[in-house]
């Protein structure tokens, strides 16, 4: 009888040296916690970032000592902070946060909190933390220089369109038709850049959390409506059959903005026009429910590879049956949809099957959107 209890021993503080032993070596700051949230264990690298020695922390209150902040510095509230939500859901939350140091500094951290649980009980939890200061900064360049160069373009690129336009409307003498077709070309690769500088403006806006919502009353089939106006040219050069349907007697009425409204209808129709074959159909249907209303943009085009459905919305995604057919896009348009639906407080998906056809949907709430704080 004593062997297997001495082995049992030995094994369980091998695997306690072995846990000690990994907690001090991870390259990032890591803290566990007892049930109550009260420090029970901190690595080295978590105490060099944070600038306090172990006994100040060791015994301590989590939410009470490691102090974490908003982007403009304000204290987080507890039921907001990751470890709260991972003790309360039972789940792990990767969060980006600013904690404050012990000398006042603000720090930009990236962490992962997972709660440790005995027969659904909580045990604790185990935070883990990395420095994002440099990653933070990078963003931070490349946002401000791509803002910056967009704005630059813009002002050579309307004196390209506006002489282009004279030119082409025999402002300026007689123009020979292979001639005024060159000047239509030209015209067309402008507002395309156009747009493609509008969205690049917009992604910086919405990654660095400044873009502006002035939130109206609007009716989303009315919406939809006038940007669909502004695309029966593009559907007709396709021959292709767009239309627009209100659904049912509820009203569709939402409180949000207008122009990024029609920029996410907007960007769901041009796709569906350009991802179908001429003579095809782009169906657009709004209904108003309860506490929402619904879009859904129906096209019977080329659709998106099931292999593919799970990267639809991240940056510079285009699909490989895509690519080989339409040369033309960045894969930056539903990126955008989707981080403007995000600041709305809206929802986006969609069902696509290769070759038969894909309908988008996404939902806006009847009450207007919260601002979200971005941490
Ligand atoms: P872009 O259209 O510039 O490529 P988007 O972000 O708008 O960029 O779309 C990303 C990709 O998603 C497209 O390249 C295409 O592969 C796919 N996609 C989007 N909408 C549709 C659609 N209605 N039908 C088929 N594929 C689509």
Known sequence: MEKPHNNNRTRLEE?????????SSLGDGAIATDQFGKITRINSVALELLGYSASELIGEWF??????LTEKGAPINLIDRPITQAFLTGKPVNEKTFYQTKDGHRLPVSISVSPILLANKPLGAIEVFRDITLEEEIDRMKSEFISLASHQLRTPLSAIKTYSHMLADGYMGDVTAPQKKSLRTIISATNRMN??????????RIESGTIAITPKILQLDKAAEEVIKDLSLAASEKSIRLTLKKIGQTSTRVKTDNLIVKEVISNLISNAIKY???????????????RDVIVGVHDNGWGI?????????????????IVKRETTGTGLGLYLVKGLLDRLGGTIWFESVEGKGTTFYFTLPKAAAKVRLKV
């Open 305 to 321: 590879p099931a292999s593919a459905h799970d990267q639809v919305f991240s940056k510079f995604f285009r699909a490989t049956n």
């Open 63 to 68: 939410p009470r000592r490691i102090i974490a």
């Open 276 to 290: 179908t074959s001429d003579e095809g159909t782009v169906r657009v249907e709004v209904r108003g429910r309860a």
């Open 195 to 204: 747009e493609l500088i509008s969205t690049l403006l917009n992604i910086t």
């Open 15 to 23: 695997e306690r040296a072995q846990a000690e032993a990994l907690f």
